[in-house]
């Protein structure tokens, strides 16, 4: 099961569940502005369909994927607010994307993992968190972790460029 999000701005403000293996596309500028909760409730993903554009995703509440086992994809640009969390509660998150985080949490849950897969600039201001007792793989792109970085779970790089300021585990 899909959906495609074209063109339009959404402003979200209760809940999103992609169940399962569904998904859905952005395409043609559409825009989410996520005040609530976007939920991955199994191995589904969020996907960018054509051209970048301004196509993306603001987190003021929650992205998370809080089931499946297997492998979810987040190929969303996403600009991480203040006060944002993005988690991964089980499985693996591809995140395939840039993405800009301003005082927001990344939390990934024992078991879990958090993988940066593409070759996109991803940045993480002083005042964002990432964290947790899972794995975070750093795969690709350039990565510049600038607020506290406290996995206490596994951290890999497998490729790109990262930069982590300020480990605290």
């Known amino acids: 099961t899909y959906l495609t999000i074209d063109t339009r701005p959404i ?5 999103i569940v992609v169940p399962d293996t569904g998904y859905f596309y952005m395409s043609n500028n559409a825009v989410i502005t996520n005040g ?3 939920d991955l409730q199994g191995d589904g993903g969020i996907y960018q369909s054509g051209a970048v554009g301004t196509t993306g995703i603001t987190n003021n509440g929650t992205i998370k ?10 190929n969303m640009a996403l600009i991480a607010q203040s006060g944002s969390q993005f988690l991964v509660q089980s499985g693996t998150m ?18 879990a ?10 940045t993480f201001d002083a005042a964002s968190t990432i964290n947790g007792a899972g794995t975070v793989q750093w795969g690709a792109g350039t990565n510049t972790v600038n607020g506290a970085y406290n ?3 596994s951290t890999l ?3 790109g ?6 480990v605290t585990s």
Not at 97 to 103: D, E, F, K, L, R
Request: hydrophobic share 35%.
């Open 11 to 15: 402003a979200n403000a209760g809940s």
């Open 65 to 74: 994927k809080s089931g499946g086992t297997g492998i979810s994809t987040f």
């Open 161 to 166: 460029t990262t930069t982590l300021a300020s």
């Open 157 to 159: 790089a497998s490729g």
């Open 36 to 38: 609530g909760t976007i």
């Open 94 to 111: 591809y995140f395939g994307a840039a993405a800009t985080s301003i005082g927001a949490t990344f939390t990934v849950s024992t078991g």
């Open 151 to 153: 996995v206490t779970g």
């Open 113 to 122: 993992t958090l993988y940066f897969t593409t070759g996109d600039t991803r």
